[in-house]
């Protein structure tokens, strides 16, 4: 099985200021077609997951250009440019290359 | 408007069985994958199984295999998860969630229910 690790676990961030979020797989998410199967999804307070990001840096429909994904193989980062408050909540990366496991969650609070 | 409503989330005695439903509208339902994710509380999310546009093809974690069953009748745009044997450790939100694939091979879930909770608990 594919274990995804996230750090930092929470984020306490200021207004207007950026944030990272590293997530590694235990094995390469690059398959055979070329393509990256990591995604980004943020669970904002008592709300479902939405998807954020997909195939590692394409922003899904209607996200903010502040959200921006990278990384390759094994190793992957999101990217807040300047964090709003509507942007608390808790990211989780996921891997698509064989079913689907989640990141442990990274929660981002203002502060 | 594209929507998941899932529902069937009770409390239920530990060894028990438990069907969850979940309606979908607002897209074609026979050309998706559909997952099953589940969220324990306080916890993080943990994909629990899928289940291809035809249903010709199924996949489980570990966590539940052999226990729980998913199932789709695509007459009905509808997504089932047949549960059995549960444990007080399945107690958590489950959501069903759209592929963004047919098979479900290595696609997002774009569009997510807003979940139904199940509690096992004597």
């Known amino acids: 099985d594919i274990v995804m690790t996230q750090t930092p676990l929470s984020l306490s961030v200021t207004p207007g200021q950026p944030a990272s979020i590293s997530c590694k797989s235990s094995?390469?998410?690059?398959?055979?077609?070329?393509?990256?199967?990591l995604y980004w999804y943020l669970q904002k307070p008592g709300q479902s997951p939405q998807l954020l990001i997909y195939?590692?840096?394409s922003r899904f429909s209607g996200v903010p250009d502040r959200f921006s994904g990278s990384g390759s193989g094994t190793d992957f980062t999101l990217k807040i440019s300047r964090v709003e408050a509507e942007d608390v909540g808790v990211y989780y990366c996921m891997q698509g290359i064989h079913l689907r496991t989640f990141g442990q969650g990274t929660k981002v609070e203002i502060k | 408007e594209v929507q998941l409503v899932e529902s069937g989330g009770v409390v239920v005695q530990p060894g028990g069985s438990l069907r969850l439903s979940c309606a979908a509208s607002g897209f074609t339902f026979d050309d998706y994958a559909m997952h099953w994710v589940r969220q324990a509380p306080g916890k993080g999310l943990e994909w629990v199984s899928l289940i291809s546009w035809d249903g010709g093809s199924t996949y489980y974690a570990d966590s539940v295999k052999g226990r729980f069953t998913i199932s789709r009748d695509n007459s009905k745009n509808s997504l089932y998860l047949q549960m059995n044997s549960l444990r007080a450790e399945d107690t958590a939100l489950y959501y069903c969630?759209?592929?963004?694939?047919?098979?479900?091979?290595?696609?997002?879930?774009?569009?997510w229910g807003q979940g139904t909770m199940v509690t096992v608990s004597s």
């Open positions: 969630a759209k592929d963004t694939h047919d098979y479900g091979d290595y696609g997002a879930f774009d569009i």
């Open positions: 094995q390469s998410l690059l398959h055979s077609d070329g393509k990256t199967y």
């Open positions: 195939e590692v840096s």
